[in-house]
């Protein structure tokens, strides 16, 4: 899991602003995924892409959005219009293999955001 | 879709003690079923999976177990120590589609 970063570790935003949280992968993989962690709430998918320049929603797209023009590389940006953004965001990645059930995912060391 | 359901959301245990956390998934086509485990403030690591055509998986301490017609898998913890102390994710997918979380398991194990 070390080949998959992300910044920065602790993210101070105030109410109203947009903040772009970075995800990069250096193990050629296909698929990348962000998560956001709430107390008590689980892992809850917000966006993820299967190949560059596709991505589909989550079960909390909004408020987000994403963009992978490259294979390595999966921003998540948390736009004014999310309500309660103050959470722990948790980005990973998969190969996308062709046979069923090829689904390790690996993750990141996650972003800490508070909206002050 | 897929919903995962994890119990309990809290478990204590004496050291050297098993410890037992179960997942019920409802989309019977899943095939893949992974444990993670995730330590304060840490990202969570996978710890142990199991496929569909398997029925039960071990490594050292740690085993998984599959019931496919129920619907539910476990994990079993054995000679339980401290540092086995964190939170545990089980999850459920099936083919390429992303992994579907329970809500987690603190576990404390109790010197």
């Known amino acids: 899991d070390g080949g998959i970063t992300q910044s920065p570790k602790y993210l101070f935003r105030k109410e109203g602003q947009n903040v772009t949280l970075s995800c990069e992968q250096n193990?050629?993989?296909?698929?990348m995924y962000w998560y956001r962690q709430d107390p008590g709430q689980g892992l809850r998918l917000i966006y993820y892409s299967q190949i560059v320049n596709d991505f589909q929603k989550g079960d909390i797209a909004e408020g987000y959005s994403v963009s992978r023009e490259k294979k390595e590389s999966f921003p998540l940006t948390v736009t004014s219009a999310q309500k309660n953004p103050t959470a722990f965001y948790l980005c990973a990645s998969s190969i996308r293999g062709r046979l069923a059930g090829n689904n390790e995912q690996f993750f990141g060391p996650g972003t800490r955001l508070t909206v002050l | 879709g897929e919903n995962v359901e994890q119990h309990p959301s809290t478990l204590s245990v004496q050291e050297g003690d098993s410890a037992v956390i179960k997942c019920t998934y409802s989309?019977?086509?899943?095939?893949?079923f992974p444990w993670y485990k995730q330590e304060l403030g840490k990202r969570p690591q996978l710890i142990i999976d199991?496929?569909?055509?398997?029925g039960e998986k071990k490594d050292q301490r740690i085993a998984v177990t599959l019931n496919k017609t129920a619907k539910h898998f476990s994990l079993h913890i054995t000679e339980t120590q401290p540092e086995d102390s964190a939170v545990y994710f089980c999850a459920a997918s099936r083919g390429n589609t992303p992994l579907v979380f329970g809500k987690g398991t603190r576990l404390s194990v109790i010197a």
């Open positions: 199991i496929r569909s055509n398997v």
């Open positions: 989309d019977s086509a899943s095939n893949y």
């Open positions: 193990l050629n993989h296909d698929a």
